[in-house]
C-alpha cells in the first residue's frame, strides 16, 4: 500500500504544489481550532479576567457540561426545533433542485435557458440580513401581504413575529434563496448523460415523461444520493445565519436552534458560559458525524453508491 501511494503521489507531483494552501488551510482554519473542544472539559474558563492560556489552566476539570446538555429541557426544545426545521428543509426543498435542473435542462432555447438559470441562481448571492429585511418589508403588518389580506377581509397578521408562522418562512426563505444554485450540481450531471441514450428512448416510443423518469433520474441518482448524505450530516444544522437574522423575541420559543443558542450563550450580551457552549457545540458535530456515516453506509447498502 505504501508503494502504491508513493506511486501515485510520484505520478501526480506535478499537482502538489497546487493542493499545498488548501492543507495549509484546512490545517489552520479547521484542525487547529479543535484544541478549543477542550474547553468543553472546564468549569467555565474566565477569558474576560485572564489570558486565554491562564484562564484554561485554573479551571477545573469537569463532565458537568454535558450532564447539563442531557438534563436541561431547554436544550432538548432547542434540539427538536433545530430537527423539525431541518426535516423540513430535507422533505420540501431537496427535491426542488433536481426538479428545477430537469425544467432547465428541457429547454431548448439556449438564450431562454441562460436567462433562467441567471434569474434563479442570484438570490444565493444575496446576504441573510438583506433577503430577512426584503421579507421582513413584504410579510410586514404594512406590507403588500397583509394589505392583500386586510383588502380581502382579513385581519393583519405579523408573520415575521409569529411562532406558528416562523418555520415555515425559514423553508420558504431558504427555497427561495438556495433552490436555483443547488441545482448547478443537477445541471451538470444531466448534462454529462449520454445524448444517444436519449435518441434510442424516442425510436421505442417513450415519452418525454418516460424519457426523465427512466433515464434522466435513474442516471443523475448517484448525484442526488451523495448530496443526500451531504445535507444529512447537516441536519443538525438548521442554518445559523438565516435563522439569526429572522430570530426575535416573539419567535424565540419555535425558532431558536442550536446553533444560535451556541452563540447566545457563549458570545451573547450578559452571558459567557463557553465551557457549556463549547459542550454543546461538540456535541452537536458528533451527532452530525454520526448521521453522515449512518446515511453512507445506508446509501452504499441500498443504492451501492456512497461519498467515501
Not at 397578521?157 to 448547478?184: C, H
Not at 417513450?206 to 434522466?216: E, F, G, Y
Not at 457552549?277 to 452504499?300: E, F, Q, Y
Amino acid at each position: 500500500m505504501t508503494s502504491t501511494l508513493r506511486s501515485r503521489v510520484h505520478k501526480h507531483r506535478s499537482l502538489i504544489p497546487f493542493v499545498i494552501p488548501a492543507i495549509a488551510f484546512a490545517l489552520v482554519f479547521c484542525y487547529l481550532p479543535m484544541v478549543g473542544i477542550l474547553i468543553a472539559f472546564k468549569d467555565n474558563p474566565n477569558f474576560g479576567r485572564y489570558d486565554a492560556f491562564e484562564a484554561f489552566a485554573r479551571a477545573e476539570w469537569t463532565l458537568d457540561n454535558f450532564k447539563i446538555i442531557f438534563s436541561d429541557p431547554e436544550i432538548m426544545r432547542y434540539v427538536v426545533n433545530t430537527l423539525i426545521i431541518s426535516v423540513m428543509k430535507i422533505v420540501i426543498l431537496f427535491p426542488m433542485p433536481v426538479i428545477l435542473a430537469v425544467l432547465i435542462s428541457e429547454v431548448r432555447k439556449q438564450g431562454f435557458s441562460k436567462m433562467v438559470q441567471g434569474i434563479v441562481f442570484l438570490p444565493h448571492f444575496f446576504s441573510w440580513v438583506v433577503i430577512v429585511g426584503i421579507f421582513n418589508s413584504l410579510f410586514g403588518m404594512y406590507g403588500p401581504i397583509n394589505n392583500i389580506g386586510v383588502a380581502l377581509g382579513g385581519e393583519p397578521i405579523y408573520y415575521m413575529g409569529e411562532p406558528g408562522w416562523f418555520r415555515w418562512l425559514v423553508v420558504i426563505l431558504n427555497g427561495w434563496k438556495e433552490i436555483g444554485y443547488s441545482s448547478i450540481v443537477y445541471i451538470a450531471a444531466i448534462s454529462a448523460i449520454d445524448p444517444s441514450l436519449y435518441e434510442a428512448a424516442k425510436l421505442d416510443g417513450a415519452s418525454k415523461v418516460r424519457q426523465i423518469w427512466n433515464l434522466t433520474i435513474p442516471l443523475i441518482m448517484p448525484t442526488i444520493m451523495t448530496m443526500l448524505i451531504i445535507r444529512i450530516g447537516y441536519l443538525m444544522d438548521a442554518g445559523f445565519e438565516q435563522v439569526y437574522a429572522m430570530l426575535n423575541s416573539y419567535t424565540r420559543e419555535t425558532g431558536e436552534i442550536i446553533g444560535t443558542y451556541v452563540y447566545r450563550l457563549g458570545l451573547g450580551t450578559g452571558s459567557r458560559d463557553y465551557g457549556l457552549s463549547t459542550a454543546v457545540g461538540l456535541a452537536n458535530g458528533l451527532i452530525s458525524l454520526l448521521l453522515i456515516l449512518c446515511a453512507n453506509k445506508l446509501s452504499k447498502k441500498t443504492m451501492g453508491t456512497g461519498i467515501w
